[in-house]
């Protein structure tokens, strides 16, 4: 009995420094995380006059689409929800209509630059999840087209709760493998690139490429799984397969979702449906700028 007692006795000593140890990391994570939530961004925002016209408002309705804006909030730009998970939190892209639960009458130009290029809410706070680190790179040319559009959404009535982080979206932000607070990637110093040559050149592919960076990582090499149950992002610099197709390969890969080899692209995980809506012009200066990877 002595002997079970003192296998007891050390059990839960163990237990309880392990549940220390939880407890201790997760306070850390939970009060650095708040820190981080709560820190408040000084920056010069750039005036931009946007004179929206036929031709500005369709090109913003196709990079809404090429640049992944309704696969985060909905095919209508009306929102949808991400998670609502007690672990993770309750996340969801907004409403960027003016209807219920959507922007208000007051949203203007400098609020959208705000958000594009700094990924800042109205308290100067960096927003949730957002990938403004990938539209501050935006042209502005291409921003006034995204803004042009956006701001003649028809109505949607669609509301969603205060977002809230839950412990595992806590730890995972505080360990880095969740992107939450993306005004801490930007360098918000930077001017707004002014123009970028519509052309099959480099420049204009390492451009283009910038929507390609989320799941590819920044040199296109591919990387780790986004999710337990999505598979790893491919190596698409010139050492992965397509650096082996010819430019019409390329191009139908993209617009079809059937590579050359004959592999069929899941869409949830590689959005050709949005990549199909690129220019010819577009995805051959992407191929050729995947060539000097």
Not at 210 to 236: F, R
Request: glycine share 8%; hydrophobic share 40%; with cysteine.
């Amino acid at each position: 009995m002595k002997l079970v007692r003192k296998v007891f006795k050390v059990i839960a000593i163990i237990f309880g420094i392990v549940v220390m140890f939880i407890a201790g990391f997760y306070m850390k994570a939970y009060f650095s995380t708040q820190a981080r939530m709560e820190k408040k961004y000084a920056v010069e925002i750039e005036e931009i006059e946007v004179q929206p016209d036929s031709a500005m408002i369709s090109e913003g309705a196709r990079l809404t689409s090429i640049k992944g804006c309704r696969d985060c909030h909905g095919a209508d730009l009306g929102g949808k929800i991400f998670t609502d998970d007690p672990l993770m939190g309750t996340l969801a892209a907004p409403n960027l209509t003016p209807g219920e639960g959507g922007l208000p009458a007051s949203f203007g130009t400098h609020d959208w630059v705000r958000v594009l290029k700094h990924g800042l809410d109205d308290d100067s706070t960096s927003l949730w999840i957002m990938p403004s680190h990938k539209f501050a790179k935006l042209t502005e040319r291409d921003m006034k087209s995204i803004i042009a559009y956006c701001s003649q959404l028809p109505r949607v009535n669609r509301d969603f709760a205060e977002p809230k982080l839950g412990p595992l979206g806590r730890i995972l932000t505080d360990l880095d493998q969740i992107p939450l607070l993306t005004a801490e990637l930007i360098r918000h110093e930077e001017p707004l690139v002014r123009e970028m040559k519509a052309e099959i050149s480099v420049a204009y592919g390492k451009y283009l490429s910038g929507s390609c960076t989320g799941c590819h990582q920044e040199n296109l090499k591919g990387g780790k799984a986004l999710g337990p149950n999505s598979p790893v992002p491919a190596d698409i610099s010139s050492t992965g397969n397509p650096g082996k197709w010819t430019d019409e390969q390329f191009m139908a890969t993209l617009r079809t979702g059937k590579t050359p080899e004959g592999k069929l692209l899941d869409e949830r995980y590689m959005p050709w449906p949005m990549t199909k809506s690129y220019t010819d012009v577009e995805l051959k200066a992407l191929k050729l700028y995947l060539k000097t990877l």
